[in-house]
């Protein structure tokens, strides 16, 4: 048994995840390639290969003739008697080679070509393992800034956080924890290029999934998000389950879980609003806090007018137009929206519409 090489082999499976079978493979192609490099050429050269005890040896098979051209190749009947008198002419003649008779060069290109397998395959296993959480997140470490760039390292690999996928204003650490979203994963000769992001909506998603059991479970489905990153995300959810508020799971107990969300967020904001199938009803939610009068929504134009009171036309667009942007955003309808002063003027509602709001507001105010 070739207890060294066993044990050499067992230790990178473990160590580095390649698999035996793969190493093994590059070990008969090295030792192939070094009989091409000694010999000359290797397509009579034979290796068996014991899977289990890692024992090899190398035969170069050779045809018996009368007279010998190609001594690569051939051997002639004489030479061929003296190994065993059995042997006639055409016969094939397996002769062993002994790997330490490979000059210097040989066995340092058989040494090169098992390296290298070994580094593909490290690169192969690490692509394989960040592949497969392309569009999850990931938790990575801070390491430095490469100009504006930052370099995270995620473990086996590291990634660059390029400045048009941080969030304005974030300023991280060295040795700072934070959550990224990995927008794609490509293998490169030099290993896996992981492209992370802290400005994805679907960072947003993920992050819900993690915190919320029932976005997690699918009771409760995230139908839309609309964010801009670092100020506000608005998030449209449905439950499955009649029994089950979505926004309040959302929420948490004392805003437990929103709050997790927001920190790790460092501070945006989060608008988690009731979806609908109803797009009236969806763009009323969507331009929540606001309170809205009508809206009249188009399906096939994907438009949508909406009247709100005086007094909430600067809540109802946001500041610098970031609530009826993101609200827009989330529903996919053009929003236009007017206050109750314009749809009179414009004639969308009656004239006499701001007394009947006020008696109707007088009687609210009786009732209770």
């Known amino acids: 048994m070739n207890t060294e090489l066993l044990q050499a082999l067992n230790i990178l499976e473990e160590e580095k995840d390649i698999s035996k079978e793969t190493l093994l493979d590059a070990i008969e192609n090295s030792l192939i390639n070094a009989c091409k490099n000694h010999f000359g050429r ?50 094939i003649v397996q002769i062993p080679v002994e790997s330490k008779s490979f000059g210097r060069i040989a066995t340092q290109n058989a040494k090169n070509l098992i390296l ?23 938790t990575g470490i801070v390491q430095r800034y ?24 974030e300023v991280f650490k060295p040795t700072e924890r934070i959550k990224l ?11 896996p290029k992981i492209l992370v992001s802290r400005t994805h909506p679907e960072l947003v998603k993920r992050l819900f999934e ?20 670092g100020s506000r995300t608005k998030i449209a959810v449905w439950s499955n389950d009649p029994d089950v508020d979505p926004v309040g799971a959302c929420v948490g107990m004392n805003g437990a879980r929103v709050n997790a969300i927001v920190e790790e967020l460092r ?62 955003r989330l529903t996919g309808y053009k929003i236009d929206i007017k206050n109750e002063t314009q749809a009179i003027e414009a004639g969308e509602l009656p004239e006499d519409y701001a007394n009947m709001s006020t008696e109707m507001d007088e009687y609210d105010e009786s009732e209770e």
Not at 43 to 69: A, F, G
């Open 42 to 91: 290797s397509d009579n050269i034979k290796v068996i290969m014991d899977r289990e005890t890692c024992d090899y040896s190398l035969i170069q098979e050779k045809t018996v003739v009368e007279e010998v051209e190609d001594d690569i190749m051939e051997i002639s009947l004489e030479d061929a008697k003296k190994l065993d008198a059995k042997y006639e002419l055409g016969d």
């Open 116 to 138: 290298q397998k070994i580094r593909e395959e490290e690169r192969k296993v690490v692509y394989d393992q960040y592949f497969e959480k392309e569009k999850d997140i990931v």
């Open 146 to 169: 490469v100009g504006k760039n930052v370099s995270i390292d995620l473990g086996k690999a590291d990634a660059m956080l390029t400045e048009n996928e941080q969030v304005k204003g």
């Open 181 to 191: 979203y990995v927008v794609e994963v490509k293998n490169t000769t030099k290993g």
């Open 210 to 229: 993690s915190e919320v059991t029932e976005v997690k479970d699918g009771i409760v489905e995230i139908k839309s998000i609309a964010r801009e990153a």
């Open 267 to 328: 501070g945006e904001k989060i608008d988690i609003i009731n979806w609908s199938e109803n797009p009236a009803i969806l763009i009323e939610n969507a331009l929540s806090p606001a309170k809205v009068i009508s809206v009249m929504a188009d399906p096939d134009e994907k438009t949508a007018s909406v009247i709100v009171p005086d007094y909430q036309l600067s809540l109802a667009i946001g500041k610098e137009g970031q609530n009826a942007r993101l609200a827009a």
